[in-house]
């Protein structure tokens, strides 16, 4: 392994002066000031560059945020029309495709609900599969529902119908989406991202094993397994935090991840008070079976990852969480009650939370939360109590860049904006550490994942962080991307 002396650094969160860090076998071995490079270090002066921990985004699909940046992103279409003139003038470019897969879709506070006929008229018999922005519904046109050998009918497939349907999408050559996920790794390797917990719908830990031993390199991987592949997970001994490739040591057993409701934009997310159109969505999971994978995962040694949005299905969860001694976390806890808010803490669940998506769903959130948004994304209150949050962007829903969810939970706002209830705005110390992925702080004996940033976080206008320029990226020691010169 090589050894990397880094000159000249300055440490976020310090006065600034100059020190050195000493990266050897993958760790951290000796920070100080003016280190002597020991025989055969490699030297690499930063120029002053600000060093933090590598970011990490705690809620990622992997595969599917590397396949959306191949598909038709939809995201800026603002109606139905919008969204219909895009799929025509694809259409148009590519007068051959056979089939037209967008994403993106934010069909929440259309008049007009999506269809399968309103697609026909632009589509024909081109099968045509658009995901919801928040990827829990999904609308076809009739060719494709032919296609997929679902009977026909309206056309939008939400919750486990269309969660049945999403691995069988574009069925893309393994080797093409490898290269895909590669492509996506540098990507998010250059906004300094160090690490993912992958939650894709798959066999995460084949899939991973197989892109590690082909070479990818550019983050850890936590993988989760989803209940269809639990048994195999234990069958295999593998407890959370293991290590999976013993070779490159990137790949680690990650959570048992189950969906326990549904969502916001899709009006599934369940919720102790009713939506406008009187729902209250519901469970993707029932009580009893939730507790029961919970402890089975719990006994063999693997932590739990809950879906809960709706105040509701946290409440289910964490109740959950009680009665099994379960380790784990709840996957975006988007509306809590006043009373939940404080059991993170006390059961020392992790908050899996994703602040960009309040920007996404505030004006949503406005309409089917009305009178409940003082405790949707509530941060600040979580922060109070003690919980630990991880934050993430669970891309495809918003991009992969962790730079975004630090912006939002500091500003609550985007996009010249008003902030959205800028009482649960955090600072931007507990934004950046919950982000570290269980780091604290670059210290002696620590992986040498870091980031070299070209100006220090604390430093800049809240607005700034958002585009933060990352001069370099380090996994174990080695560099994942690099605008300095004498790398
Ligand atoms: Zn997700």
Redesign the pocket.
């Given at each position: 392994m090589t050894t990397l002396l880094l000159a000249d650094v300055r440490l976020v969160g310090s006065d600034g002066s100059p020190v050195d860090l000493l990266l050897r076998d993958g760790r951290i071995t000796e920070i100080g000031p003016s280190l002597a490079p020991d025989g055969g270090a490699r030297v690499v002066s930063t120029g002053g560059r600000w060093a933090m921990p590598g970011l990490w985004d705690a809620?990622v699909?992997v595969s599917q945020w590397a396949s959306a940046r191949h598909r038709l992103d939809l995201a800026a279409c603002r109606s139905l029309e919008e969204c219909l003139a895009a799929v025509a003038e694809r259409l148009r470019d590519e007068p051959r495709a056979e089939e037209v897969i967008g994403g993106g879709v934010w069909h929440a506070r259309w008049p007009q609900p999506p269809h399968a006929e309103l697609l026909d008229a632009v589509t024909g018999d081109v099968p045509t599969v658009l995901v919801g922005g928040d990827?829990h519904s999904a609308w076809l046109n009739t060719a494709a529902l032919r296609r997929y050998g679902l009977a026909p009918h309206h056309g939008l497939l939400r919750e486990n119908e269309w969660f049945a349907l999403m691995p069988r999408l574009g069925a893309t050559d393994p080797a093409v989406l490898d290269g895909w996920v590669s492509d996506a790794g540098r990507a998010a390797a250059a906004r300094g991202v160090v690490g993912v917990v992958d939650?894709e719908a798959g066999d995460n830990l084949t899939d991973w094993s197989r892109r590690f031993a082909g070479g990818f390199h550019t983050q850890r991987v936590r993988a989760s397994v989803w209940p269809d592949h639990l048994s195999t997970a234990i069958a295999r001994g593998l407890r959370t935090g293991d290590v999976v490739d013993p070779a490159g040591g990137l790949l680690t057993m990650g959570p048992l991840k189950i969906i326990g409701d549904g969502s916001l934009n899709t009006r599934t997310a369940f919720c102790h008070e009713a939506f406008p159109d009187g729902s209250h969505g519901g469970l993707n999971v029932a009580p009893d079976q939730l507790e029961a994978l919970m402890r089975r995962a719990a006994a063999a040694g693997i932590d739990s990852a809950i879906?809960a949005i709706g105040d509701r299905a946290n409440t289910v969860v964490l109740d959950a969480f009680d009665r099994v001694g379960a380790r784990g976390s709840i996957?975006?806890a988007q509306l809590l009650t006043r009373a939940d808010v404080a059991r993170f803490a006390a059961l020392g669940i992790t908050a899996s939370v994703q602040p960009e998506q309040a920007m996404d769903d505030r004006d949503v959130a406005e309409e089917q939360w009305a009178g409940r948004t003082g405790r949707a994304y509530p941060l600040a209150d979580l922060v109070r109590s003690g919980a630990r949050l991880a934050f993430g962007s669970?891309a495809p829903?918003a991009p992969l860049d962790p730079w975004f969810a630090i912006s939002s939970a500091v500003t609550r706002s985007r996009d010249g904006r008003a902030p959205w209830h800028p009482e649960q705005a955090i600072g931007r110390g507990v934004a950046l550490t919950s982000s570290w992925g269980g780091v604290a702080r670059l210290a002696r004996g620590g992986p040498a994942d870091l980031v070299l940033l070209e100006d220090d976080p604390f430093a800049v206008v809240p607005e700034a962080l958002r585009g933060t320029t990352v001069a370099a990226t380090l996994v174990a020691g080695r560099f994942t991307h690099s605008t300095l010169t004498s790398d």
């Amino acid at each position: 392994m090589t050894t990397l002396l880094l000159a000249d650094v300055r440490l976020v969160g310090s006065d600034g002066s100059p020190v050195d860090l000493l990266l050897r076998d993958g760790r951290i071995t000796e920070i100080g000031p003016s280190l002597a490079p020991d025989g055969g270090a490699r030297v690499v002066s930063t120029g002053g560059r600000w060093a933090m921990p590598g970011l990490w985004d705690a809620h990622v699909h992997v595969s599917q945020w590397a396949s959306a940046r191949h598909r038709l992103d939809l995201a800026a279409c603002r109606s139905l029309e919008e969204c219909l003139a895009a799929v025509a003038e694809r259409l148009r470019d590519e007068p051959r495709a056979e089939e037209v897969i967008g994403g993106g879709v934010w069909h929440a506070r259309w008049p007009q609900p999506p269809h399968a006929e309103l697609l026909d008229a632009v589509t024909g018999d081109v099968p045509t599969v658009l995901v919801g922005g928040d990827v829990h519904s999904a609308w076809l046109n009739t060719a494709a529902l032919r296609r997929y050998g679902l009977a026909p009918h309206h056309g939008l497939l939400r919750e486990n119908e269309w969660f049945a349907l999403m691995p069988r999408l574009g069925a893309t050559d393994p080797a093409v989406l490898d290269g895909w996920v590669s492509d996506a790794g540098r990507a998010a390797a250059a906004r300094g991202v160090v690490g993912v917990v992958d939650f894709e719908a798959g066999d995460n830990l084949t899939d991973w094993s197989r892109r590690f031993a082909g070479g990818f390199h550019t983050q850890r991987v936590r993988a989760s397994v989803w209940p269809d592949h639990l048994s195999t997970a234990i069958a295999r001994g593998l407890r959370t935090g293991d290590v999976v490739d013993p070779a490159g040591g990137l790949l680690t057993m990650g959570p048992l991840k189950i969906i326990g409701d549904g969502s916001l934009n899709t009006r599934t997310a369940f919720c102790h008070e009713a939506f406008p159109d009187g729902s209250h969505g519901g469970l993707n999971v029932a009580p009893d079976q939730l507790e029961a994978l919970m402890r089975r995962a719990a006994a063999a040694g693997i932590d739990s990852a809950i879906h809960a949005i709706g105040d509701r299905a946290n409440t289910v969860v964490l109740d959950a969480f009680d009665r099994v001694g379960a380790r784990g976390s709840i996957e975006h806890a988007q509306l809590l009650t006043r009373a939940d808010v404080a059991r993170f803490a006390a059961l020392g669940i992790t908050a899996s939370v994703q602040p960009e998506q309040a920007m996404d769903d505030r004006d949503v959130a406005e309409e089917q939360w009305a009178g409940r948004t003082g405790r949707a994304y509530p941060l600040a209150d979580l922060v109070r109590s003690g919980a630990r949050l991880a934050f993430g962007s669970d891309a495809p829903v918003a991009p992969l860049d962790p730079w975004f969810a630090i912006s939002s939970a500091v500003t609550r706002s985007r996009d010249g904006r008003a902030p959205w209830h800028p009482e649960q705005a955090i600072g931007r110390g507990v934004a950046l550490t919950s982000s570290w992925g269980g780091v604290a702080r670059l210290a002696r004996g620590g992986p040498a994942d870091l980031v070299l940033l070209e100006d220090d976080p604390f430093a800049v206008v809240p607005e700034a962080l958002r585009g933060t320029t990352v001069a370099a990226t380090l996994v174990a020691g080695r560099f994942t991307h690099s605008t300095l010169t004498s790398d």
